[in-house]
């Protein structure tokens, strides 16, 4: 279960890689090294044409992955090859994509290459039950999405559908590793929550530098960074791109003081 990942004494660190960029060869590695890393749980993200939630870095990590063939066949592979490895991982997909390859036929596969969940940021509650039953059918959670604008009874609602985790944005808008988000109202957010629900609160969006992790270090159970990652090993393959993503991680886990 997603949920035992967090019985860590720090917040643990879950990365998100975009399957296929540079290539299918170099996510394997890229895995392996941000395992070794430290990562409790990683976000495997499935390229998709029109991903909504998404900032540049990660949407050009799309457009490479697409260009190298990469689908949700391709994807699961990837998730097949690491049954083994112990490490937890999430599926990041949009349910455009989920819808044409079928959603039963989506989690039950998902389930059978031996992912632990499956992250849709573009489904809303009340048209995601479908989904949220297939995949619970299967054994897989899956973590929804309070935003900086959800209203308090709204998140109450998300949190008593969501599994695994509840996913934190930290901002407004897009993913991407620019301007820090304005922890206050972040840390407000985070404390509102721990009042609606027990379930673990990872926050993502934004989150780029050991500052900011050590800024929500105290509040949050887990930390999601996705952009700033990519950009570490951008341009790069094989063992470089892995050396280099290996070495972002560390650098963000030196930031997260013990509770």
């Known amino acids: 279960m997603l949920n035992e990942i967090f019985a860590r004494s720090r917040p643990v ?9 540079p290539d299918l060869q170099t996510t394997g590695l890229l895995l392996d090294s941000l395992q070794e890393a430290g990562a409790a749980a990683i976000e495997l993200g499935i390229p998709y044409g029109d991903p909504l939630a998404d900032g540049p870095t990660i949407a050009a990590a799309g457009v490479r992955a697409l260009r190298n063939g990469t689908g949700i066949a391709q994807v699961l592979d990837v998730v097949r090859s690491r049954r083994d490895s ?3 991982i999430v599926l990041f997909t949009y349910f455009n994509p989920v819808l044409q390859y079928g959603i039963e036929r989506f989690a039950a596969d998902a389930a059978l290459a031996g992912a632990a969940g499956v992250i849709v940021p573009d489904i809303a509650l009340e048209e995601g039950a479908s989904l949220r ?34 996913y934190v944005v930290s901002r407004l808008g897009v993913t991407g590793a620019g301007d820090a988000p304005d922890f206050t109202p972040l840390l407000d957010q985070l404390a509102m929550l721990r009042q609606l629900t ?27 960074v996705g952009s700033a990652l990519i950009d570490a090993y951008r341009g790069a393959t094989d063992r470089e791109a892995a050396r280099r993503a290996g070495e972002f991680l560390r650098s963000l886990g030196t930031a997260a003081p013990a509770k």
Do not use: C, W
């Open 13 to 21: 660190l879950i990365p998100y890689v975009m399957a296929g960029d």
């Open 86 to 88: 112990g490490l937890p």
């Open 133 to 166: 039953e297939a995949l619970q059918r299967n054994d897989l959670e899956m973590p929804l999405l309070v935003a900086p604008s959800t209203t308090p009874e709204r998140a109450a609602r998300i949190a008593g559908a969501s599994s695994g985790f509840i």
């Open 198 to 224: 027990p379930k673990p609160l990872a926050v993502g969006f934004g989150i780029s530098k050991r500052e900011h992790v050590a800024a929500v270090s105290g509040a949050a159970d887990g930390i999601i």
